[in-house]
């Protein structure tokens, strides 16, 4: 196997892992949606029930986007931006133990962010036909 291919696997890895753990904390979230919409923690103040929503939009849709590589940078920006609210916002005033798992989450969506999906992802597969497009053009 090539560097690429190494490499592509270990993002595949990485996406497909963190993806649907998160997906199971939206999933949650989502099963429990009546039960939490009124006492969700509210730490941007557009409400508790919104706040909900935008958790679980992005701990479900984009892990879902992450797991089969489709508009994987943008999909990871969500992630982050939710992460990055509940290890700074959220779990300000808690020990790092709590912090720590929503601090490795952020850490995986960046690294994917910056690196990409890989060439075993939907994204490479559009930007491979859309590049055979472009050079048949005359």
Not at 74 to 96: C, D, Q
Not at 99 to 109: I, N, P
Request: glycine share 8%; proline share 3%.
């Amino acid at each position: 196997m090539n560097r690429q291919t190494t490499t592509s696997l270990g993002l595949l890895l990485l996406r497909v892992t963190f993806g649907c753990l998160m997906l199971v904390h939206g999933l949650q979230k989502l099963n429990g949606f009546s039960e939490l919409a009124d006492s969700f923690s509210d730490p941007l103040e557009m409400g508790s029930r919104l706040s909900l929503i935008a958790a679980i939009g992005a701990e479900v849709g984009c892990s879902l986007l992450l797991i089969i590589g489709l508009g994987t940078r943008f999909a990871t920006v969500p992630l982050a931006f939710t992460m990055l609210i509940a290890l700074f916002v959220v779990h300000a005033e808690h020990e790092w133990k709590v912090k720590e798992l929503a601090a490795c989450y952020l850490a995986v969506y960046a690294v994917i962010a910056i690196s990409g999906p890989g060439i075993f992802s939907i994204d490479h597969l559009i930007s491979r036909r859309s590049a055979k497009t472009d050079s048949s053009e005359p």
